[in-house]
């Protein structure tokens, strides 16, 4: 090996591990959450055995029909784990909206949270 090539080598060893040590790609990400309320609208049966529910939120002034099953992984929910007589129409879950604040993660992160949602004074 000539010293040209010696040289390069280096130079695109030491290029690699500097580029990998710099990127940051998914974790370490911070984000600022907000709460907001779904309004249950209807549950949908899938099957015997699963259903999704629909939702009704109004996120920055726009008003909007969500699903559980869209906005959580295409998963449904299971009937044993969580019986529709314990989703109401007309109750409010929350809908759970993260933006990033740092790092090169998902931009916009938001999902359905099957929590009872209570209004922060």
């Known amino acids: ?3 040209i090539q010696l040289l390069f080598s280096i130079f ?9 040590n710099n ?6 990400c911070t984000y600022d959450t907000q709460i907001f309320p779904a309004k249950v609208i209807k549950l949908v049966d899938v099957n015997e055995k699963s259903y999704d529910v629909l939702f009704e939120v109004d996120y920055e002034g726009r008003k909007d029909t969500l699903s ?3 906005k959580n992984n295409s998963n449904y929910i299971f ?3 969580i019986p529709k007589s314990s989703i109401v129409v007309g109750s409010k879950i929350n809908y759970v909206v993260q933006k990033i604040l ?5 931009p916009l992160v938001d999902f359905i949270s099957l929590e009872p949602f209570q209004a922060t004074k």
């Open 1 to 3: 090996m000539n010293k």
């Open 12 to 20: 695109l060893i030491s290029a690699i591990l500097v580029s990998c």
């Open 23 to 28: 990127e940051t790609d998914g974790g370490g």
């Open 68 to 70: 559980f099953a869209k």
């Open 79 to 81: 009937i044993e784990k």
């Open 102 to 106: 740092s790092g090169k993660c998902n």
